[in-house]
């Protein structure tokens, strides 16, 4: 328990409602999106101003207090789980957005707005910010950084780390540090901005944040193929990628979860498909035309059953619509669910989804796939019950042998999710070790207490 | 005698599908009128429905924070009707707080108004009368035509803009079976859940009501036993056995009727709740569910019942020639579905303007009890309906629950916009 004293000091940073010590209220911050793993916070405080971060990494410096950064706890790597306890600084009330600039085409937000009001406010002014986490109803941009966030727009238009131009950071011990700027070229010093980038709260807490934006592209078609084998569907994604042109979004989704999401919201889905690619291309009107006739002719000699344009927008929405309730539909299904989130080089999907097959039947284990397929990162989930510890464990065994394969492949272990506590056993296998003693090193000059999100990414060396 | 655990979670192992639903995906955030007021993770439906789970755990026990929490939602149904799992966490909530209920009881004053004022109607009607002379000492007048008490007990002192009570109440002014006027065929007979608000703040909208239906060939028969829907009591308060007194006692009030037709979203909504919060033994669960299929809201019943064609409605003197714009009151649109027939009777009527505001099905925070319990919360939340009334330029908004009303009259006088309230059947001649 932290003492009395800590508590009244944290009242007195920010204000006695923003500090949370109810055993109720600290279940709430207990768990993110993820199956696994739960654990309570001491406190929770709620800070509005970066002052405020800095008095309470201070206080809790001086105390070596873990200290758990949170958004929204949308995450589903385990990251925002405050597993050692302590204090869960939560930033979901630093929540403006500080400056949107149409000439610069920059905004600089708090850490605590979340992606869905970002966006709604640059659609008002014709701006677009594509890292598209599936999670943008609630995720915040502070998380987004901190996890380096992508989504289906990943294809065309890369993630989180491709669109900061600067950061704001509270380090360990309070100090507030500035990077980067508003320019889009800045080659001053070390691009130390990428490492808080996808440091999942490990190094500092991203207190401002400015971005690069877009103009909002004129015209958009989505697209819909079906097919039978969902090898075949792997290998129309790698021929369209090889043949010039470049789709914003490409998306996959199996029998499992169009049957799933059919049964919550019956919407008139190929029920019968083995898979389903849903694609999305956008740019100037001519240019979306011509695109999607290329794509819709790759599809049909890639063996797609029909492929089609969506008849009108509503029947677009409704099958990204399908595409987002997926994660409902795999999440909802079993007790436990294991989400791998590996990426795999994009020539070679088909052949991942082969290797997926064999290590099914061998398990016995069912694998549910669904994921973003135009950039190689697919979700292979498995659904267990953690409570059958012999399961659980088989369930483990066979995670390890999904994750191998990707690896042997050339693929990565995690795409978007980050490693927090549901990947780090793996680590080792997937980071050179000497790359693993540098991260440690850097922690160490960053946080020498130890107390940032302390517990994540590595596994701790058991003394 | 200690519990059985079993006992202890009766009612929410009834939901237990809806609460396993939730996988956590903290979409409702997004769309909670409370969490996006207060952003925190225990004012939402992830984070009441994992405390519950917690409770279940063993984890939590049911202490007065607990309570605290599950009290403060207005059970809007904005999360579930946007929730990729379509987890149901208002029922959920309101099953634990029938739980909680039981294993920590009432508190006082809300003891007494719930289980002993409440479901008397008569007695009721009287403390409301002795209330009502002591209002204007009180509490601001307001102008306009609708007048409330809301529960005084509680509003008083608050600084609320409410509308007064009726000097004489509905049932007092109108007889039981009102038939239609000479000249106009009999089509078809309909009971008149008349609710509190009618009855004791708006009888003049209650005579309207039967009027217009007397008009249009519909026999009203206006039942002196029934009393209060319940709403505050079983869904706000968790107080299922009272719940199930009044149940039964309306059950009772409108036997022998096939259909029975409300003027008020929440009522409307809580007497089709009997069968899935209330029916404890096979009679009730066969009787409630009978009588929630005879009952409609008004705008329904016009449209989808009775099948009136648009010439029907003609603009009230108040109405004619204005730009209305509409508020869907929670009760009526996302817990029943009707979004449509209010449209289709506004932009039916001639020489009105419809205009359709922002986000129209956002709720308004009144919630009932909600918002004498969070009054400050209530407000906050009222202001972002404010905004979006403002931006449609209309000088009236119309809408079909009281509770709403008295909302909308409340805040749009705070925030000095001049734009009335009127309930839908006000704006029909």
Not at chain 2, 44 to 62: C, H, Q, S, T
Request: glycine share 8%; charged share 25%.
């Amino acid at each position: 328990m932290l003492e009395k004293k800590i508590i009244t000091q944290l009242r007195k940073a920010v204000g006695k409602d923003a500090v949370l010590t109810s055993k109720e209220d600290l279940n709430t911050y207990s768990y993110d999106g993820t199956t696994t793993w739960a654990h309570a916070p001491e406190v929770v405080v709620l800070p509005t101003t970066t002052e405020q971060v800095s008095q309470i990494m201070k206080l809790a410096d001086e105390n070596k207090i873990p200290v758990t950064p949170r958004g929204a706890g949308t995450n589903v790597s385990g990251g925002s789980i405050p597993i050692k306890g302590g204090i869960v600084l939560c930033t979901t009330k630093m929540n403006k957005i500080l400056d949107i600039n149409k000439t610069n085409l920059t905004a600089t937000v708090e850490p605590g707005v979340v992606l869905q009001d970002f966006n709604t406010a640059l659609a008002k002014q014709g701006l677009f910010y594509p890292p598209d986490p599936v999670s943008f109803f609630g995720c915040t941009l502070g998380g987004n950084v901190a996890e380096n966030s992508a989504g289906p727009y990943c294809v065309k238009y890369g993630v989180t780390k491709h669109y900061l131009l600067g950061l704001e950071v509270v380090l360990a011990n309070g100090y507030t540090m500035k990077l980067g700027g508003v320019t889009v070229k800045n080659r001053t010093g070390y691009e130390l901005m990428m490492l808080f980038t996808g440091s999942e709260g490990t190094l500092g807490l991203i207190t401002k944040i400015t971005v690069r934006l877009l103009p909002m592209p004129p015209a958009r078609k989505t697209m819909i193929a079906v097919f039978d084998d969902m090898e075949v569907a792997g290998q129309a994604v790698s021929d369209i990628m090889g043949s010039g042109v470049v789709p914003a979004k490409i998306e996959f989704v199996d029998n499992f979860v169009i049957r799933r999401v059919e049964e919550m919201t019956p919407m008139g889905l190929p029920v019968e498909a083995n898979a389903l690619l849903i694609l999305e291309t956008d740019g100037s009107p001519a240019a979306v035309e011509a695109d999607a006739q290329q794509i819709l002719d790759i599809l049909k000699k890639s063996g797609a059953k029909m492929p089609r344009l969506a008849k009108d927008d509503a029947e677009a929405a409704m099958f990204w619509k399908a595409r987002s309730a997926g994660f409902a539909a795999v999440f909802g299904a079993a007790h436990t669910v294991m989400a791998e989130d590996v990426a795999v080089p994009r020539d070679k999907l088909a052949e991942f989804i082969r290797r997926l097959g064999e290590i099914s039947k061998k398990s016995g284990f069912f694998i549910q796939l669904l994921g973003h397929a135009g950039d190689g990162n697919l979700h292979p989930t498995i659904f267990t019950d953690i409570r059958d510890k012999e399961q659980f464990a088989k369930a483990q065994e066979t995670m390890a042998e999904i994750f191998r394969a990707a690896m042997e492949l050339g693929g990565v272990l995690s795409g978007e999710h980050g490693i927090g506590l549901e990947k780090q056993r793996f680590l080792k296998e997937a980071m050179d070790p000497v790359a693993i003693d540098l991260m440690k090193k850097i922690k160490r000059i960053l946080d020498p207490n130890n107390i940032l999100n302390p517990g994540k990414i590595w596994e701790e060396e058991r003394v | 005698m200690a519990k059985s655990k079993q006992d202890r979670y009766e009612q929410i192992k009834r939901f237990e599908s809806d609460l396993t639903q939730c996988m956590k995906c903290g979409f409702c955030t997004f769309f909670c009128p409370v969490y996006q007021e207060e952003r925190i993770e225990p004012s939402v439906a992830r984070g009441k429905n994992m405390m519950i789970r917690g409770l279940l755990a063993g984890e939590l026990d049911y202490t007065k924070e607990y309570a605290e929490r599950l009290n403060k939602c207005t059970l809007c149904m904005a999360c579930t009707a946007n929730c990729p799992a379509k987890a149901n966490i208002p029922n959920v909530i309101v099953a634990a707080r029938a739980d909680t209920v039981k294993a920590r009881g009432l508190k006082f004053p809300y003891n007494i108004i719930y289980r002993w004022l409440l479901p008397r109607r008569t007695l009721f009607g009287r403390v409301v009368r002795f209330a009502s002379w002591f209002q204007g000492i009180f509490l601001p007048r307001t102008e306009g035509t609708i007048r409330h008490l809301s529960m005084f007990l509680s509003a008083l002192g608050k600084g609320r803009n409410i509308p007064q009570i009726a000097p004489k109440f509905l049932r007092q002014i109108v007889p039981v079976v009102n038939k239609p006027p000479e000249g106009v065929k009999t089509t078809m007979t309909v009971g008149y859940f008349t609710g509190c608000m009618t009855d004791f703040v708006l009888p003049d909208l209650g005579k309207h009501v039967i009027d217009f239906l007397n008009r249009n060939g519909v026999e009203v028969i206006v039942p002196q036993e029934q009393g209060c829907c319940g709403a505050p009591v079983f869904l706000g308060a968790g107080d299922f056995d009272t719940g199930r007194k009044m149940a039964d006692s309306n059950v009772k009030a409108f036997e022998g009727l096939d259909y029975i037709i409300s003027d008020c979203a929440t009522c409307t909504s809580a007497l089709k709740d009997y069968p899935k919060f209330l029916a404890d033994t096979p009679e009730r669960e066969e009787a409630y569910t009978r009588f929630a299929s005879t009952v409609f809201d008004i705008s329904q019943f016009l449209v989808d019942v009775l099948k009136l064609p648009a010439s029907a409605y003609k603009p009230s003197a108040e109405a004619k020639g204005k730009k209305v714009t509409w508020h869907d009151p929670c009760h009526l649109s996302r817990h029943l579905g009707i979004t449509s027939q209010p449209r289709q009777i506004i932009k039916s009527i001639p020489s009105v303007e419809y205009i359709e505001m922002p986000n129209a099905d956002r709720c308004c925070g009144m919630a009932g009890t909600f918002s004498l319990y969070y009054y400050d919360l209530s407000k906050q939340i009222a202001d972002k309906k404010v905004e979006a009334i403002k931006s449609t330029g209309a000088d009236i908004v119309a809408s079909s629950c009281p509770g709403c009303e008295i909302q909308l009259i409340d805040s749009l006088l705070r925030n000095r916009v001049p734009v009335k309230t009127m309930h839908i059947m006000e704006l029909l001649a």
